[in-house]
């Protein structure tokens, strides 16, 4: 008996790593199907695509997509595919790519190895908003796009590895055709190879045929959804999901619509990603920084996001309205008020964009406190970047509120790898109280996210 504990002791001491992987990623798939369990395929955009091949055979509706409505014959074929199919099929395919891209980021970006912390990114996600053009429909174009995006861009790391793993190639192939499909995703793959070759070039170091292989392909599915005639009749088509006034937007008129209805949801939004990233992002400051100045700027940004955000219901009304503007077309969605012919003279409109741009500042500011200049912290600006830029773009579209919550699915996303990178960070160079706090509220910040999540599950 005593020679049967001891083995099983010394088992689960040599292989405790392995065990602890394997627990937290079978209580991942747990949570995802609790959370996919009740989810209804029959919602806005899904009702619609559930029909589409039940009129028409797969090839006529490719060609539908590609000549006539917006050129996405890889994203939106999945939706009708998948809504066409048995529910069960899409829900098991969807747990599985939110794992791919638990693994994604954990291959890219996590350095202790604690998939744990990859798993965050997934659950601090809001799940509503994939409602708004119904799970399949809003999955495929957003939380699909981000697990290709994560897998095109597994060559700029593993590139040398793939002649012993050449069936990574095709998936990545696979991946870069399905990322440039949807313009976001596509959009930061390209920008993220450029930059990869741009710096390779300039200090002269060998870039590996495999990436060439994959900008080239991304940028040719980019190509083909830009110049796909469907995708121009989208552009030029106006319906009731379009702003009134789109056409009479310059360019820089575009850039701060996209900006504020961004900043409106998140940095001074109800949400709770931003104010976790900024608790994060603090304690990595005061593990670097013990000067008291240091750390109380580092402060700034997580308490302007609580008091002008979560808790903006106890502020005056007429400071609540400053961060919290709705037009009569904004589908619910708030937006800083807009600065034209009428509000251009009154300073009072311009504090929320003025506050904004200051927190982003000094968020910019403790990144560089955190990482200093070296790789890690390049990436850490990077992705935080791309997802920002992800939603600001939509100010160049006419849908930048028809379009509703769905389109802060990368964003949301980039910052929920960007809490597990500075969680990770804190497990490994803070002291033990720090990394205590940061494990311990992130976790309450994932089950309060999780259980509204499941709270609103249609």
């Known amino acids: 008996m005593r020679d049967r504990m001891y083995t099983a002791r010394n088992f689960l001491y040599t292989h405790r790593k392995q065990i602890e992987h394997w627990t937290v990623c079978l209580l991942f798939f747990i949570l995802l199907f609790f959370l996919h369990r ?26 539908h997509l590609y000549f006539k409505t917006n050129g996405k014959i890889f994203t939106d074929t ?19 790519v939110l794992f791919l891209i638990v693994l994604c980021a954990d291959r890219l970006f996590i350095t202790s190895r604690h998939i744990i912390l990859s798993c965050f990114s997934i659950l ?24 290709a995006l994560l897998v095109s861009l597994l060559p700029l790391k593993y590139a040398s590895r793939f002649e012993k793993q050449p069936l990574l190639l095709p998936a990545c192939w696979l991946a870069g055709l399905y990322a440039g499909n949807q313009e976001q995703s596509g959009a930061i793959v390209i920008t993220v190879y450029t930059l990869f070759i741009g710096a390779s070039l300039i200090k002269k170091t060998k870039i590996h045929r495999y990436v060439w292989i994959q900008y ?17 009749n989208k552009a030029t088509s106006f319906n009731i999901f379009f702003n009134p006034d789109y056409l009479a937007l310059d360019f820089f008129e575009k850039i701060i619509r996209g900006f504020t209805s961004t900043a409106a949801l998140i940095l001074t ?22 000067e008291l100045s240091f750390r109380l700027v580092s402060l700034i940004p997580l308490v302007a996001s609580l008091v002008c955000g979560n808790y903006q219901d106890y502020l005056p009304l007429n400071i609540q309205e400053k961060f919290s ?10 937006d800083y008020r807009y600065i034209d012919a009428y509000t251009y003279t009154n300073w009072k409109f311009y504090v929320p964009l003025a506050l904004t741009l200051f927190i982003l500042g000094l968020v910019l500011l403790e990144i560089l406190w955190s990482f200093g200049a070296d790789l890690k912290g390049i990436i850490f600006f990077l992705i935080l970047g791309a997802g920002f830029c992800s939603r600001i773009i939509m100010g160049f579209s006419p849908t930048l509120y028809g379009s509703n919550t769905r389109t802060f699915v990368f964003l949301c996303l980039a910052l929920g790898i960007c ?32 259980s509204d999540s499941l709270k609103n599950i249609r």
């Open 325 to 334: 503007y709705y037009t009569p077309w904004c589908f619910d969605m708030p």
């Open 269 to 290: 939004g109800q949400t709770i990603l931003w104010p976790l990233f900024c608790f994060l992002l603090m304690l990595n400051v005061w593990a670097k920084k013990r």
């Open 216 to 232: 080239v392909i991304t940028i040719g599915s980019m190509i083909l959804l830009l110049t796909a005639p469907g995708h121009t």
């Open 419 to 450: 809490s597990a990178i500075l969680l990770d960070k804190l497990l490994l160079e803070a002291d033990r109280p720090k990394n205590l706090l940061g494990f311990a509220v992130t976790i309450l910040y994932v089950a309060s996210a999780y």
């Open 38 to 63: 009740n989810m209804s395929l029959n919602l806005s955009d899904d009702a619609i695509f559930s029909q589409e091949l039940k009129k028409e055979t797969l090839l006529q509706h490719i060609s």
């Open 78 to 96: 999945m939706a009708a595919i998948f809504t066409y199919l048995p529910s069960f099929i899409w829900k098991t395919v969807d747990i599985g």
């Open 124 to 147: 601090l996600l809001n799940f509503t908003y994939l409602t708004s053009a119904g799970y399949v429909a809003s999955s495929v174009n957003y939380t699909w796009c981000t697990a």
